[in-house]
T-cell receptor, first 111, second 115 residues
Framework: LAKTTQPISMDSYEGQEVNITCSHN???????ITWYQQFPSQGPRFIIQ???TKVTNEVASLFIPADRKSSTLSLPRVSLSDTAVYYC????????????FGTGTLLAVQP | GAVVSQHPSRVICKSGTSVKIECRSL??????MFWYRQFPKQSLMLMAT?????????EQGVEKDKFLINHASLTLSTLTVTSAHPEDSSFYIC???????????FGPGTRLTVL
């Protein structure tokens, strides 16, 4: 399974756009990139998934360059409630493939 | 999205006792369920993968005789921590997936405290 590298922590202020970049140099051809959000003492929550180029949903955008060796999660106009740990995962497509969590990025949003 | 529940949400037990944690997919049939453990300030660590009707596949370093996993139906998997000790105190999280989806759904977690 591809190993991922993310910043340990990031700080932001309410209303700002936050971009969290993840490196996955050894991504395989059939791997998808998925981001999860986790609040303290809760299970992770799916944010977004993509294979290449750009994916956007109601909460975030995911940018994936052509070589797919990195990806960037973009959170528009964050609020205090977006303070959480964000995990980037790389795994084969399909929900029955095991996920290996890296360290994640602790995003702290301040007023 | 689909809902996965865990029971109990928290449990406190004495050292040496066994504790069973249930993971249920409430509105879909889960082909595969996964069990994770998370210590404070750390990431989730995958313990095992279980498919309905077959033996679980454990990750390296996870004792299969200590962490018994049963996946008897497409909606229920159980994790039993046998002869629990204080070092087993942790946050246990399950997830469930189906071949029809790309997304794994995670349960809310179970906080185990062993005294």
């Amino acid at each position: 399974l591809a190993k991922t590298t993310q910043p340990i922590s990031m700080d932001s202020y309410e209303g700002q756009e936050v971009n969290i970049t993840c490196s996955h140099n050894n991504i395989a051809t059939n791997d998808y990139i998925t981001w999860y959000q986790q609040f303290p003492s809760q299970g992770p929550r799916f944010i977004i998934q993509g294979y290449k180029t750009k994916v956007t949903n109601e909460v975030a955008s995911l940018f994936i360059p052509a070589d797919r060796k990195s990806s960037t999660l973009s959170l528009p106009r964050v609020s205090l409630s977006d303070t959480a740990v964000y995990y980037c995962l790389v795994a084969g497509g399909g929900a029955t493939n095991k996920l290996i969590f890296g360290t994640g990025t602790l995003l702290a949003v301040q007023p | 999205g689909a809902v996965v529940s865990q029971h109990p949400s928290r449990v406190i037990c004495k050292s040496g006792t066994s504790v069973k944690i249930e993971c249920r997919s409430l509105d879909f049939q889960a082909t595969t369920m996964f069990w994770y453990r998370q210590f404070p300030k750390q990431s989730l660590m995958l313990m095992a993968t279980s498919n309905e009707g077959s033996k679980a596949t454990y990750e390296q370093g996870v004792e299969k005789d200590k962490f018994l996993i049963n996946h008897a139906s497409l909606t229920l998997s159980t994790l039993t921590v046998t002869s629990a000790h204080p070092e087993d105190s942790s946050f246990y999280i399950c997830s469930a997936g189906t071949t029809a989806n790309n997304e794994q759904f995670f349960g809310p977690g179970t906080r185990l405290t062993v005294l």
